[in-house]
């Protein structure tokens, strides 16, 4: 598959996890990345992700789906005990964090989903707005991947949630 038509199948595959219920944001990306990887982690790894969903447990702080990425990156990158940090650790979590923070003005829950405070997701449009996001992350994440040689589109899993329209 060519590198765009792949990105934008990670990106409706993360939104539709989000859209169809069966994932908040952070959850949303962590599995569409173990997707994109072959699944080399349990499916249980998705759970390490629940408690960041709306900014840490509906605190507002963080955005999820920033936090989402932050853990996928460490699947890729992250170290075991006694190991060094890999640089690109470091480099590619302030990267996802700038992109956001460039796009967004903040990486604050809060602050970007300002214009529909205290919602609760009872809009469409907030609901959307951070789907919107959750895609956004997952793409960043995986296009950072391919450039990195850990993902090559060509023979990459393709992935759904089962829940697209054909």
């Known amino acids: 598959m060519e590198k765009q038509a792949y990105l934008e199948m990670v990106k409706e595959v993360a939104e ?9 944001c952070s959850e949303a990306v962590v599995e569409t990345i173990n997707d ?5 982690y349990d499916d249980d790894v998705v759970r390490l992700a629940s408690g960041f ?8 702080c963080l955005c999820g789906a920033v936090s989402g990425g932050q ?11 006694g190991e060094p940090m ?8 302030k990267g996802l964090h700038d992109y956001i923070k460039e796009g967004y003005r903040s990486v604050c829950c809060r602050i970007i989903t300002r214009q529909w ?6 809009s469409e449009g907030r609901k959307q707005h951070c789907i919107e996001i959750t895609g956004k992350v997952a ?7 391919i450039e990195a040689g850990k993902i090559d589109p060509a023979t990459a899993p393709v992935i759904t949630t089962g829940n697209q329209a054909s």
């Open 139 to 145: 793409v960043w994440v995986v296009e950072r991947l």
């Open 16 to 24: 539709d996890y989000f859209r169809s219920g069966t994932y908040y």
């Open 53 to 60: 969903p709306i900014g840490m447990g509906q605190a507002q």
């Open 117 to 122: 405070q205290g919602d609760d997701f009872k």
């Open 86 to 93: 890999d640089p690109q650790m470091f480099e590619l979590a």
């Open 71 to 81: 853990i996928a990156l460490g699947m890729v990158y992250g170290r075991k005990k």
């Open 36 to 40: 994109v990887l072959g699944k080399p």
